[in-house]
């Protein structure tokens, strides 16, 4: 599932099939966590949030893309759904890279210091 993300509306969108029973989830737990990673550079992005499912053709089609043809063969396929996550709270971790987090753990062990483990940041949304 590919995340789309619209700052303006302040939302995270992504294409569902209703098969998935994402829906049923939703309405069991509006609450979810969505958690990104980019494991080369070493970041990672925790998004807490309101889910909620839908079915607007419209905001499909907008989102529309490449991607979602393995899945579907339009737009207009009747078992796509739109799931939109309204995010509340964010946490991001910025570590240095794997070379750099070594060293880092080497030096603590060495000389008794503590490890400096990267940038952490939380927001509220």
Known sequence: MGAFVNREEGSIYFLTDERAHKDEEIRQSSQVCLCFADPHRQNYVSVSGTAEIGADRAKIRELWSVPAKIWWDSPD???IRLLTVTPEVAELWDAPGNVVSSLKV??????????DAGEHKKVAV
């Open 106 to 115: 080497a030096f603590a062990l060495a000389t008794g210091t503590h490890l």
């Open 77 to 79: 396929d009747p078992n």
